[in-house]
């Protein structure tokens, strides 16, 4: 008997496109039938951008950081208020542009006397009231060069990838184990399909679907709020597809032996926690402990993020982002070639 006329032998068989694209079709039909997952993917992001818009359009935030340039003036009482976070800055366009971004409340050049506020930002006005009640000097208001940059327009790269990351982890990931602990991969063994025909159907389903619920998020949610875009709507998709793409695979890899769902559950959260809290979506990891900045740059859900926010809000183009895109695709593919290898049927 060969190989191509045996069932339990499909492992070594060529790559048969009728069988992607049953497995692929089937998988796009769940889906689609599942409203609740509609719910999930699309109202909530939805309704979570608008909610922030409305929190943080008049509302100031909890933390304030405060950009010093060159260094800090130690006898000036502004350095000794307490809930003011100081961070030394090396380059002063590169801070002004960090103020730009909300990445800073404040930047404050103690040679010249002079500082740096985002009028849009209500933590900035705070802590330019704080340092005009509170210092030594006179300092002279400095206008921020370029359009500034809303929160909502921050945040939006953030919350776009975070919901891809949900999608596409568990979207794969809970959904093999599933199909695992049901029986549904031990009947798919005993036919001809082979795990390289099933994995790659489910990864292309998962891929064209977290796509179409992110464009018509980012199209929607665009057209209510009006978001900063200064960047090449292609490159942001490229960005995003690469992103998905490596998302998609961190899910394989978690289902590629996994057959309950209580430990999948674990190891998703296991995974999406940290990047949810660690990959500044909410905020800048600027001044944060260097261990910390180390770790986020292991997350691949940073960098989808740094790269989508570089181009929606500095303009950048691929080539700019090119490191980001590096990682994203070493990322994916080494996260299917060993979830590929440890993939097993029951």
């Given at each position: 008997?060969?190989?191509?006329?045996?069932?339990?032998?499909?492992?070594?068989?060529?790559?048969?496109?009728?069988?992607?694209?049953?497995?692929?079709?089937?998988?796009?039909?769940?889906?689609?039938?599942?409203?609740?997952?509609?719910?999930?993917?699309?109202?909530?992001?939805?309704?979570?951008?608008?909610?922030?818009?409305?929190?943080?359009?008049?509302?100031?935030?909890?933390?304030?950081?405060?950009?010093?340039?060159?260094?800090?003036?130690?006898?000036?009482?502004?350095?000794?208020?307490?809930?003011?976070?100081?961070?030394?800055?090396?380059?002063?366009?590169?801070?002004?542009?960090?103020?730009?971004?909300?990445?800073?409340?404040?930047?404050l050049d103690t040679e010249?006397?002079?500082?740096?506020?985002?009028?849009?930002?209500?933590?900035?006005?705070?802590?330019?009231?704080?340092?005009?009640?509170?210092?030594?000097?006179?300092?002279?208001?400095?206008?921020?060069?370029?359009?500034?940059?809303?929160?909502?327009?921050?945040?939006?790269?953030g919350v776009l990838g975070?919901?891809?990351?949900?999608?596409?982890?568990?979207?794969?990931?809970?959904?093999?184990?599933?199909?695992?602990?049901?029986?549904?991969?031990?009947?798919?063994?005993?036919?001809?399909?082979?795990?390289?025909?099933?994995?790659?159907?489910?990864?292309?389903?998962?891929?064209?679907?977290?796509?179409?619920?992110?464009?018509?998020?980012?199209?929607?949610?665009?057209?209510?709020?009006?978001?900063?875009?200064?960047?090449?709507?292609?490159?942001?998709?490229?960005?995003?597809?690469?992103?998905?793409?490596?998302?998609?695979?961190?899910g394989l890899l978690v289902?590629?032996?996994?057959?309950?769902?209580?430990?999948?559950?674990?190891?998703?959260?296991?995974?999406?926690?940290?990047?949810?809290?660690?990959?500044?979506?909410?905020?800048?990891?600027?001044?944060?402990?260097?261990?910390?900045?180390?770790?986020?740059?292991?997350?691949?859900?940073?960098?989808?993020?740094?790269?989508?926010?570089?181009?929606?809000?500095?303009?950048?183009?691929?080539?700019?982002?090119?490191?980001?895109?590096?990682?994203?695709?070493?990322?994916?593919?080494?996260?299917?070639?060993?979830?590929?290898?440890?993939?097993?049927?029951?």
């Amino acid at each position: 008997m060969t190989i191509q006329e045996s069932g339990h032998k499909n492992e070594g068989r060529f790559f048969n496109v009728r069988h992607f694209l049953a497995v692929w079709t089937a998988r796009n039909r769940e889906f689609i039938r599942d409203r609740s997952s509609w719910v999930w993917n699309i109202v909530f992001p939805v309704m979570l951008i608008g909610g922030l818009a409305v929190m943080f359009g008049n509302n100031d935030r909890a933390v304030y950081k405060i950009g010093v340039y060159p260094a800090m003036e130690q006898s000036d009482p502004f350095f000794n208020v307490r809930h003011l976070h100081f961070v030394e800055q090396e380059n002063l366009q590169r801070a002004i542009t960090s103020v730009e971004r909300h990445q800073l409340d404040l930047l404050l050049d103690t040679e010249r006397q002079r500082y740096w506020i985002n009028t849009t930002s209500p933590s900035g006005y705070i802590a330019e009231k704080v340092l005009l009640a509170s210092t030594n000097h006179t300092y002279q208001a400095e206008q921020v060069t370029g359009r500034e940059v809303r929160y909502v327009d921050w945040v939006v790269p953030g919350v776009l990838g975070l919901n891809m990351m949900f999608t596409c982890l568990f979207g794969v990931g809970y959904v093999i184990v599933r199909y695992r602990k049901s029986g549904v991969l031990k009947r798919l063994k005993a036919t001809p399909l082979a795990a390289i025909e099933f994995l790659s159907a489910q990864v292309c389903s998962r891929l064209w679907l977290v796509m179409a619920v992110t464009l018509c998020v980012f199209f929607g949610t665009h057209l209510l709020l009006n978001f900063t875009m200064h960047g090449s709507y292609f490159d942001l998709i490229v960005v995003l597809l690469i992103g998905a793409f490596a998302l998609i695979n961190l899910g394989l890899l978690v289902a590629a032996q996994t057959a309950s769902e209580e430990l999948a559950g674990g190891l998703l959260n296991l995974c999406t926690w940290p990047m949810m809290m660690m990959s500044g979506v909410w905020f800048s990891l600027e001044g944060a402990h260097p261990m910390l900045q180390v770790v986020s740059r292991v997350l691949p859900l940073t960098h989808l993020v740094e790269a989508s926010r570089r181009i929606m809000i500095d303009g950048a183009s691929l080539l700019q982002v090119w490191n980001n895109l590096i990682f994203l695709a070493l990322f994916a593919v080494v996260c299917m070639l060993v979830g590929a290898r440890l993939f097993r049927w029951e």
